[in-house]
T-cell receptor, first 117, second 112 residues
Framework: GAVVSQHPSWVICKSGTSVKIECRSL??????MFWYRQFPKQSLMLMAT?????????EQGVEKDKFLINHASLTLSTLTVTSAHPEDSSFYIC?????????????FGEGSRLTVL | SQKIEQNSEALNIQEGKTATLTCNYT??????LQWYRQDPGRGPVFLLL?????KEKRKERLKVTFDTTLKQSLFHITASQPADSATYLC???????????FGKGTTLSVSS
């Protein structure tokens, strides 16, 4: 199947700093990328949907100024957690769909565990 | 709003037995339903997709059923092995038609 790479796998930062997480599709063009957040023993919660070259669409309750999403190319999307606080500590996972694949399976990255001290 | 329930948080079975996981949903009629496997600290991995007009789908030791009347999907792993131990997530397409909405998952433990 298609490969999605996410980096970094884990990151620890101080409260108030910003953290950037990268999501790359390695062997296909990802026209749509989705960012999810997962707390322990909870389901994946969709944060936002981003289409290449356009602004991300955020789910209700997700602050777009806090979670900046950029999908500048067909192979790269980034999530920046700005002014991170301990409550932002979570497992962030990106996923992608390729061109012409409006529905169907999602290809997930390995996830990034963020710990804010 | 759409709601997905995987009513067993954990399931423990013996090696060789069949594991059956349940996924129920409300307030929606999905065009398809998917099952994913997630290992600790890893991203989900796609297993099977079943469409609304399909009753059953099989892949090796995996079988998925989809009952749109009951609004339920059953996920079976036959001849289970310790390597099958993981969390299994049910997902359905959201109203936007592109994103997936996930259940909380059922953590399966297969003991030898």
């Amino acid at each position: 199947g298609a490969v999605v790479s996410q980096h970094p796998s884990w990151v620890i930062c101080k409260s108030g700093t910003s953290v950037k997480i990268e999501c790359r599709s390695l062997d296909f063009q990802a026209t749509t990328m989705f960012w999810y957040r997962q707390f322990p023993k909870q389901s994946l919660m969709l944060m936002a949907t981003s289409n290449e070259g356009s602004k991300a669409t955020y789910e209700q309750g997700v602050e777009k100024d806090k979670f900046l999403i950029n999908h500048a190319s067909l192979t790269l999307s980034t999530l920046t957690v700005t002014s991170a606080h301990p409550e932002d500590s979570s497992f962030y996972i990106c996923s992608a769909r390729g061109r012409g694949q409006a529905t169907g399976e999602l290809f997930f990255g390995e996830g990034s565990r963020l710990t804010v001290l | 709003s759409q709601k997905i329930e995987q009513n067993s948080e954990a399931l423990n079975i013996q090696e060789g037995k069949t594991a059956t996981l349940t996924c129920n949903y409300t307030n929606y009629s999905p065009a398809y339903l998917q099952w994913y496997r997630q290992d600790p600290g890893r991203g989900p991995v796609f297993l099977l997709l079943i469409r609304e007009n399909e009753k059953e789908k099989r892949k090796e030791r995996l079988k998925v059923t989809f009952d749109t009347t009951l609004k339920q999907s059953l996920f079976h792993i036959t001849a289970s092995q310790p390597a099958d131990s993981a969390t299994y997530l049910c997902a359905l397409d959201g109203q936007a038609g592109t994103a997936l909405i996930f259940g909380k998952g059922t953590t399966l433990s297969v003991s030898s």
